[in-house]
């Protein structure tokens, strides 16, 4: 090993904040299998300089000392998130009554899941379908809470699901009633904008408006989107949050507001309208990682520091777990990272064979935990999604575009609309010749997922690294490390 070598920009100069996130990412899993605290802790510092040994040939002068730094960092960050994870805060044990407001509703098996926000902190509330409480409702219930449980008879956790949004237990009313709503709230906001898409826009744009705009999936368009492989796309992700900020800057960037308003403040108020959508469409674990990367991207803008696309998605997937350690749990926060690393990898060095082969590889690297979670994938989600992305980058501003005059009450607004819903009906059906030329679906299987696995290793390693030796044997001795530890 050459350690006299001259300065490279590669591995932890390119990104060094992946090396930090495998390291806090290996020290939470650790925790979530019931390793001891002090040996969860140990785990992330020893995986982020295990790695960046692994990885690194050449060690230009200071590298020790920087990689000592991010190991001591990983460390920091663990003693943050592992013990915040293993002892969350209890719930009072005497019943109390709770007054707030319903900020997010789910349908939840047979019922209905509700979380509130109110004086003493978040709830998860659960009541019959039948329920007259909405989202943006204010009540008062009186009951008592208890700790969040996982089901037994299942591998989902919904304890940390709701964890991660933030609840401090399961409210169990004994009765409740609702209180007038009074003053502003983003809940109302969201639940004012529903009632308006339900009410005046035709079946198609309406589902896929909900989607886009609020994060609320149609049944009969969800279930469509399962059998063509492209569900993520009725998911607000980086696709969507990326669309909102782009429409923002384009808007912002006119040349009359250009002339009238600087650089700095025209990235500030793409910020400002960039959050406002992620609140308004429920601020998924995706859209949170993808608008926190967005913003990282405009303060390096602002500072004259252009960043590296893998360092920007890391820092926010850290920043996520920092705030909350159970989006680590969360399969939307996993695959969402998945993806976006993913990207950022291939596109470190971009050219027309990144763009054609970066469909199939998110469709590869998130096979094994799509396929896991959500049962066979189909397989006419490799060419549909080859065209999804660009078609609905096109689709969507038409769509929102031709709706609006509907939305704003104007007479005749819905004949705008309706060319807005033949072209997601000639959507649906390039969507239903591609799934019925290629019918098949790929369950979860070992030898896929050990080529999925070994594929987003070396992607994020051929990022960071010339591909050389060394870099093979590292993905290959890391792919086998993490199959032996999730065996």
């Known amino acids: 090993m050459n350690r006299h070598a001259p300065p490279l920009r590669e591995g932890i100069a390119r990104a060094p904040l992946l090396f930090l996130l495998a390291g806090l990412c290996a020290s939470l899993g650790a925790a979530g299998r019931g390793i001891p605290a002090v040996a969860a802790l140990a785990v992330a510092p020893l995986v982020s300089l295990g790695l960046l040994l692994l990885f690194t040939e050449f060690f230009p002068p200071g590298c020790t000392v920087y990689g000592g730094g991010i190991a001591l960092l990983a460390l920091l960050c663990a003693l943050h998130a592992v013990p915040s994870f293993l002892l969350p805060p209890l719930p009072p044990g005497e019943p109390f009554s709770l007054k707030g407001m319903v900020i997010l509703e789910r349908p939840w098996g047979s019922r209905r899941a509700l979380l509130?926000?109110?004086?003493?902190?978040?709830?998860?509330?659960?009541?019959?379908?039948?329920?007259?409480?909405?989202?943006?409702?204010?009540?008062?219930?009186?009951?008592?809470?208890?700790?969040?449980?996982?089901?037994?008879d299942s591998s989902f956790r919904e304890d940390l699901y709701w964890r991660?949004?933030?609840?401090?237990?399961?409210?169990?009313?004994e009765k409740f009633s609702l209180r007038k709503s009074t003053g502003w709230s983003m809940a109302r906001w969201r639940r004012a904008l529903r009632?308006?898409?339900?009410?005046?826009?035709?079946?198609?744009?309406?589902?896929?408006?909900?989607?886009?705009?609020?994060?609320v999936?149609?049944?009969?368009?969800?279930e469509e989107h399962r059998r063509w492989g492209s569900a993520h796309l009725l998911a607000v992700s980086g696709f969507h949050v990326g669309l909102a900020a782009l429409g923002a800057w384009?808007?912002?960037?006119?040349?009359?507001?250009?002339?009238?308003?600087?650089?700095?403040?025209?990235?500030?108020?793409?910020?400002?309208?960039?959050?406002?959508?992620?609140?308004?469409?429920?601020?998924a674990p995706s859209a949170l990682r993808a608008a926190l990367m967005l913003q990282l991207v405009f303060l390096g803008k602002m500072l004259g520091?252009?960043?590296?696309?893998?360092?920007?998605?890391?820092?926010?997937?850290?920043?996520?777990?920092?705030?909350?350690?159970e989006w680590f749990w969360d399969v939307g926060w996993r695959l969402s990272v998945t993806a976006a690393l993913t990207l950022a990898s291939v596109n470190a060095r971009p050219s027309w064979r990144t763009v054609l082969l970066s469909s199939p590889l998110v469709w590869l690297v998130t096979y094994p935990q799509s396929a896991s979670v959500f049962g066979p994938l189909p397989v006419a989600g490799l060419g549909v999604n080859f065209a999804a992305l660009p078609v609905f980058a096109v689709l969507y501003p038409i769509a929102l575009f031709l709706a609006l005059p509907a939305l704003a009450g104007l007479p005749g607004g819905i004949f705008f609309s309706a060319p807005a819903e033949g072209l997601f009906i000639l959507w649906r059906v390039g969507a239903d010749g591609a799934a019925r030329l290629l019918p098949w679906s790929l369950p979860w299987s070992p030898l896929p997922v050990l080529l999925g696995g070994g594929v987003f290793v070396l992607v994020l390693a051929g990022a960071l690294y010339p591909l050389r030796g060394r870099t093979l044997a590292g993905a290959a001795v890391t792919l086998l490390a993490v199959l032996l530890i999730l065996s």
């Open 116 to 152: 509130v926000e109110g004086e003493g902190g978040r709830f998860m509330m659960k009541v019959p379908p039948s329920s007259l409480l909405r989202e943006g409702d204010s009540l008062e219930a009186a009951g008592r809470a208890v700790p969040l449980s996982a089901r037994r």
């Open 164 to 173: 991660a949004r933030g609840a401090a237990g399961e409210f169990l009313p």
């Open 195 to 215: 009632s308006r898409i339900l009410l005046t826009l035709p079946p198609n744009l309406r589902g896929y408006l909900l989607a886009a705009i609020l994060g």
């Open 217 to 222: 999936r149609d049944p009969s368009l969800a």
């Open 250 to 283: 384009k808007l912002l960037s006119l040349r009359r507001i250009r002339r009238r308003l600087p650089f700095r403040f025209r990235l500030v108020l793409t910020s400002l309208f960039l959050w406002i959508y992620v609140l308004l469409a429920g601020a």
């Open 305 to 325: 520091r252009p960043g590296n696309p893998v360092n920007g998605v890391s820092a926010a997937a850290i920043l996520l777990l920092l705030w909350r350690p």
